[in-house]
């Protein structure tokens, strides 16, 4: 395409980043510990030449070392375009950088008076998820992908399957089939039958939804997943899904949550193997409906209604608690792990209500002297957000306080996870806390 200028002033767009880890691992991707070259594709779509155009890359991101900043694309033509393939950014990624991390990046180009700033993000390592949703009702997966996103989870969201090769840059696969009659049927001789059962026993973790995909399905010319998922069915069930409790003992522990999504022949589903076990159960009807599995090299969850169609409550019964649980029990995390590290006596942290909307309560306590006590909030990919407290303490020293959701500009942050960490100079406490609107 040809553009069409009208005016003389210049301008200049990013239509391409490029890693180059040739040295390293070579997988096209950068990955904790490694050190990359990287390359952009510049072009002019203004309306002057530029004679001696200049970058310099920029990240303030915690993870991130840039070790050259500086890339020369010199003569750029009106509508053309260049690399800067002779002069390319040197950058590393810590060896302690989260997989699936979001890097931020500037580049900032100048040639003469000319000066822009373009912004692009990295993922370090594999990205955290894939969905794929052939349901033909796509909406409980759109749902899943919109809260995984809010979460600090990076992914991408896909109705076609991408090939066996492709999805080994996903640590988890989120699949969504639908419910009758409304459904996607993965029959034996589908070719991404091949594709998924490979990814699966490669170490990958799968979450599969559906209401005949369990039970129905497998007796007619569906493929059986259910082997995989640790998982045996009883019954092709009817439209009678929800209330659904989570169970005692696992990651649904105390979670309870009533149903709008699709309710047709929802399949009663229980645990088969070892490694499998109950985490949903119809409260009325009294039919197990969702089994989560570690088998060893992999992990699956295998529910036979949507996730999507779930309808919050209070406290855990909430979706997004639902799938970082799920993500957790992936051995999936985003940017600030939930830990304590105990050199002595242990910190005490504990945050009231949680979720909250409003305000939530840090309580906590110390034991032992220390030349200061703060705690500070960070976003799920590990950025700080808010310096919540800073004091001297006395021990035993403890403490209440509350934090209202905003940040140190006292702007309202967006639903999802954040991190509360509570530090001395020899420990530190982090505990996740979940705003929602």
Wanted: proline content about 4%; overall charge negative.
């Amino acid at each position: 395409m040809v553009l069409n200028y009208t005016g003389t002033d210049p301008y200049v767009v990013c239509t391409a980043i490029t890693v180059d880890d040739a040295a390293g691992n070579n997988n096209g991707r950068i990955d904790p510990g490694e050190t990359v070259n990287l390359t952009a594709t510049l072009k002019n779509v203004g309306g002057v030449d530029f004679t001696n155009l200049n970058t310099t890359l920029e990240s303030s991101d915690p993870y991130i070392t840039v070790t050259d900043n500086s890339g020369i694309f010199g003569v750029l033509m009106v509508d053309s375009a260049k690399e800067n393939t002779g002069d390319q950014y040197v950058l590393s990624a810590d060896v302690s950088t989260p997989l699936g991390h979001m890097a931020e990046f500037r580049l900032i180009a100048t040639d003469a008076a000319f000066i822009d700033t373009i912004e692009f993000t990295l993922v370090v390592g594999p990205y955290h998820y894939m969905i794929w949703n052939p349901d033909p009702t796509p909406g409980p997966g759109r749902a899943v992908d919109s809260i995984l996103t809010d979460l600090g989870y990076t992914g991408h969201y896909a109705t076609t399957l991408l090939t066996e090769s492709d999805l080994e840059i996903y640590r988890a696969l989120f699949i969504f089939v639908g419910i009758y009659s409304n459904n996607h049927v993965i029959a034996y001789t589908d070719p991404e039958v091949a594709a998924l059962v490979d990814y699966l026993t490669a170490g990958g973790n799968m979450y599969l939804e559906g209401g005949d995909v369990w039970h129905y399905d497998p007796l007619v010319s569906g493929y059986d997943f259910r082997p995989l998922f640790g998982i045996q069915s009883t019954a092709d069930g009817s439209n009678d899904g929800g209330p659904f409790a989570g169970q005692s003992g696992t990651f649904t522990q105390e979670m309870y949550f009533q149903y709008g999504g699709e309710n047709n022949f929802i399949d009663h589903i229980s645990p088969s193997a070892t490694g499998s076990f109950l985490i949903f159960r119809d409260d009325d009807q009294l039919y197990d409906c969702g089994v989560a599995y570690d088998a060893g090299t992999y992990k699956t969850v295998g529910l036979s209604f949507e996730l999507g169609g779930l309808i919050d409550a209070t406290g855990n019964s909430t979706r997004a608690a639902l799938l970082d649980s799920i993500m957790h029990f992936f051995s999936i995390t985003t940017g600030v792990e939930e830990v304590t590290k105990l050199d002595v006596t242990p910190l005490s942290l504990h945050l009231a209500p949680n979720p909250f909307s409003k305000l939530t309560t840090a309580s906590f306590g110390i034991e032992e002297s220390a030349e200061s006590v703060e705690l500070k909030i960070y976003d799920a990919v590990g950025r700080l957000v808010r310096n919540l407290y800073n004091a001297i303490p006395h021990a035993p020293y403890t403490m209440q306080v509350t934090w209202d959701g905003r940040d140190d500009q006292n702007r309202k942050l967006s639903s999802g996870v954040y991190f509360v960490k509570l530090s001395t100079e020899k420990q530190t406490a982090t505990r996740k806390v979940i705003l929602v609107d």
